[in-house]
């Protein structure tokens, strides 16, 4: 489903924040990025959802290239930033409704999912508010119903439990466990290793641009605790 081969970006100063790197996710599988503050991780996901450009590698989405065919592979995936930059003078119910005008998503399709994920995260009866008025969690669990609305192929999240109360974030790996048995893939950052050891199938840790451990689980935590096996790595 997502295919990275070789991806390097390097910022105007000369830093490189992503090193030759290669990862794949294949369909149905949840795989975690793990990394330090500034290790590469929100730039290769801005380079894989086509914000932004890269000097080498490709980069595949259910085997489109992003820069060759940006707008394909974006209809088949939606991506959720950890701090989301929402339209503050819309309503929350007028926002996901332009976003589903956006993606086609008929109006039963679309009252059907945005009733049922408000209802989950509580925020039914804030819908007619407007967005500016929001916290960051609620401004949280409404870029959530605006991607999980569009039924992604691929979703793509940085740091998705930052802001949430611990039942949204309980909530929101139920779903994620949902989307990969239905055959969607997720490909998500996180800090919290407790929640990405019990929640991936597949785990890379990042590390000043490179990538210095990648597989399975089980291959990369052994019969260590995957913080054990990051600490360890962080201080190498």
């Given at each position: ?6 991806l ?6 000369g ?28 730039t290769?996901i ?22 060759k ?21 819309l ?24 009733d ?30 605006s ?10 999240l ?50 000043d ?28």
């Amino acid at each position: 489903m997502l295919k990275i081969k070789g991806l390097e970006k390097t910022y105007p100063k000369g830093k490189k924040a992503v090193d030759n790197i290669d990862l794949e996710i294949s369909k149905g599988e949840i795989f975690g990025f793990i990394g330090h503050n500034g290790a590469g991780k929100t730039t290769t996901i801005k380079c894989v959802v086509g914000i932004l450009p890269f000097e080498k590698g490709q980069i595949l989405i259910d085997g489109k290239d992003i820069t060759k065919s940006p707008i394909e592979c974006k209809k088949i995936m939606a991506y959720i930033p950890d701090n989301p930059d929402l339209y503050e003078l819309l309503t929350g119910i007028q926002y996901l409704n332009f976003i589903c005008d956006l993606y086609n998503i008929s109006a039963l399709d679309r009252k059907e999912t945005i009733d049922k994920y408000a209802e989950m995260f509580a925020i039914s009866q804030n819908l007619g508010d407007l967005i500016q008025s929001y916290s960051h969690g609620m401004k949280q669990k409404l870029a959530l119903i605006s991607a999980l609305v569009r039924k992604p192929k691929l979703l793509i999240l940085d740091e998705p439990f930052v802001g949430l109360d611990p039942k949204a974030a309980f909530q929101v790996k139920e779903i994620m466990k949902k989307m990969c048995e239905e055959g969607s893939s997720i490909f998500f950052s996180t800090h919290v290793l407790e929640v990405a050891e019990k929640l991936c199938d597949k785990v890379a840790i990042i590390k000043d641009g490179k990538i210095v451990c990648n597989g399975t689980m089980e291959e990369v935590k052994g019969n260590k605790s995957l913080e054990d096996v990051f600490l360890e790595l962080a201080d190498e």
